[in-house]
């Protein structure tokens, strides 16, 4: 063993969920499995926003928390960040 440490893809998607709620105008995650993690680290985040916001601008605003999270939690930098938007409605 080198002493380092593997964070499974689940904790991985865990945390970056957590970093996408924070983001002022998604409503929440969508879907069964919302945020998928590959070996490659390339995430990809499902949201529902709130009617209104700026999509490109939440999109952007949850990419940067995702990566600045998973950076600051597991000292990772995934590959990529991709954010679907499944779903715009009112609160």
Known sequence: MD???????????????????????????????????DDDLRVEVHVAVDWGVSIPGVGKNVQARVREYLLRMADLE???VDVVVDEVGVR
């Open 3 to 37: 002493g380092q440490a593997s964070i499974s893809t689940e904790i991985l998607a865990r945390y970056a969920g957590d970093a996408a709620r924070e983001i002022l105008g998604v409503r929440g995650l969508h879907g069964r499995h919302a945020v998928k993690v």
């Open 78 to 80: 995934p590959a990529s």
